[in-house]
């Protein structure tokens, strides 16, 4: 869990960044500009990017519907936490001024195709979409929320795992989240979890993989330990697309790989389908 | 003593295991196996077993005793099919009224290849869910190594108690040390940041009571170690037997919703 910091992007092509896109995952190379106009979307190996919260959100939510909430529950420094680059608070205030965001969730009420939806989206730039006790805290009262208000739920992941910086209160919002979600459903309301890339760690074993339906999108990395630690542990390299969306619809875990552009309407469909009112 | 000796104290292989709290703990212990899908797991193990006239479902992660055990058992990292086989029994608990006590003690769940085909996120997730609704009393004692998700997928309960050398954490000493510090070697420094003893995770309101143990560590007199255990389990037994099912489990909903809510 949490193993993002050392996962920052080193993709080896500083100096052609200038004149060319390269797809993260396959390592295509873009004349500069198609990447975005593809929207994000490797033209090559259909790998899909990471979006922001923001992009999502208005890519998922009817268009002027979205209110967003408890954007004033933030991060919490209990542990006044420092590592041998410096300390949490100053990291993390950094982050919150580079994104605009103040949590690695963002979290609000919004119709989707019409239907009564509460939506959060991970924002994996965000501390590497940690969970941390801010994170839970919007999730848990979003669930709260969509019971009281008989809205269907609908949360898009995006994350390393747990937030190390605020120790086990971050663990604890693992179960925090999942009873909640556990409260949704005994309500009789739907959850659609969109596991996007990538989603692993302690997020993809709380809320993430508690969907009544678990969607994602072509090649999102999903997974609970990182690749690399479970090659150390059993001495033994992994097929190529282990832990993939494609890998996991296989093994019976995800319900469905949807297409970006198809991934609203598809929501809406199953929100439909589950009589969640308009 | 720094968060780091804690840390050896808790991993020391002479620390009671699951069989020995078992012995010490229950008056009676029947092992039942499998979680009725693939497989018996050995890392995390369970069964029914009486306590002081509590009729129990008693379940831990099972690091072994000996080298043979070790190996069979991961040295108490479960897979998905441990934590499957703990809410099958689990779930007995809940019908035939009885209640649930936990030992937990592993480095974390097992980072296997067939774990994360048989969906080991799905597995913990799952428990998180179920032992958070579920309608039977839960008690759960850390007892060595609470190792991050691996760990929480049965410390989900009514009463979290913790042995006063035990440690619980969102990730171990080394692994946060090799991401934060770029240096597994700093351990000592990133097991004191993260705050992982008893006395820290009393004051932040994760667990309820600590256990003492013998000087020096329940490794030197593991009966006496077992039945300070049995006296606090035994205790929060009978208190919990007074809450009406209910009310057990909205104040449990509410225990963890509490947690890290700073508004």
């Known amino acids: ?278 | 003593m720094k968060a780091i000796e804690k840390v050896r104290i808790a991993r020391d292989p002479r620390r009671p295991h699951f069989r020995e709290f078992v012995k010490y703990v229950c008056d009676d212990f029947e092992e039942l196996h499998g979680d009725r899908l693939v497989n018996d797991d050995r890392g995390l193990v369970g069964g029914l077993g009486k306590i002081g006239g509590f009729r129990c479902v008693v379940l831990g992660h099972n690091k072994g005793a000996s080298v043979e055990e070790n190996m069979e058992s991961n040295f108490g990292m479960a897979n998905p099919d441990g934590y499957r086989k703990a809410m099958r029994l689990a779930s007995l608990a809940e019908r035939l009224g009885m209640a649930v006590v936990t030992f937990v003690d592993t480095p974390g769940a097992y980072p296997g290849r067939e774990a994360e085909e048989r969906g080991q996120a799905e597995a913990i997730a799952k428990s998180l869910e179920f032992f958070s609704a579920l309608r039977a009393p839960v008690v759960v004692v850390i007892t060595g190594e609470g190792g991050s998700g691996g760990a929480l997928a049965i410390a989900v309960g009514d009463r979290i108690l913790m042995m006063e050398n035990a440690v619980y954490s969102v990730i171990s000493p080394e692994g946060c040390a090799g991401i934060l510090w770029r240096d597994g070697s700093k351990a000592p420094e990133a097991a004191e940041a993260l705050k992982i003893t008893a006395p820290d995770l009393l004051s932040l309101g994760v667990i309820d009571e600590i256990v003492k143990e013998p000087k020096g560590g329940a490794h030197k007199n593991p009966k006496s170690a077992c039945l300070a255990v049995k006296r606090s389990v035994l205790a929060q037994l009978k208190s919990l037997s007074k809450v009406p099912i209910n009310e057990l489990v909205d104040q449990r909903y509410a225990k963890f919703g509490a947690m890290g809510r700073f508004a």
């Open chain 1, 1 to 278: 869990m949490g193993w993002y910091e050392g996962k920052k992007e080193k993709s080896a092509v500083p100096p052609a960044k200038a004149l060319w896109d390269v797809c993260p995952k396959c390592m295509s190379h873009f004349p500069k500009g198609k990447w975005k106009a593809n929207g994000k979307i490797c033209p090559k190996c259909n790998y899909h990017g990471r979006l922001s919260a923001r992009e999502r959100i208005s890519m998922t939510a009817d268009e002027g519907t979205f209110e967003e909430l408890y954007s004033e529950v933030g991060y919490s420094d209990h542990l006044k936490f420092h590592d041998a680059t410096g300390d949490y608070r100053s990291k993390i205030e950094a982050v919150k001024a580079k994104t605009g965001e103040g949590e690695s969730i963002v979290v609000g009420k919004c119709a989707i195709g019409g239907h009564r939806a509460m939506l959060g989206v991970m924002d994996f730039s965000f501390m590497g979409g940690s969970l941390g006790t801010g994170t839970g805290e919007r999730i848990a009262r979003a669930v709260e929320l969509a019971v009281k208000e008989r809205r269907g739920l609908v949360i898009f992941s995006a994350s390393g795992g747990a937030r190390m910086h605020e120790g086990i209160l971050s663990l604890m919002q693992m179960a925090k989240t999942s009873a909640a979600i556990g409260r949704l459903k005994a309500a009789g309301l739907p959850y659609i979890s969109v596991l996007t890339d990538p989603t692993t760690g302690g997020v993809s074993a709380s809320y993430a993989m508690l969907g009544d339906v678990n969607l994602t999108e072509p090649r999102a990395l999903i997974g609970f330990a990182g690749r690399r630690v479970i090659e150390n542990t059993i001495k033994q390299k992994l097929p190529d697309d282990f832990q993939s969306a494609e890998y996991l619809e296989k093994h019976g875990f995800i319900d469905r790989v949807v297409e970006r552009g198809e991934m609203k309407g598809f929501i809406a469909k199953l929100l439909s389908y589950f009589g969640v009112s308009k």
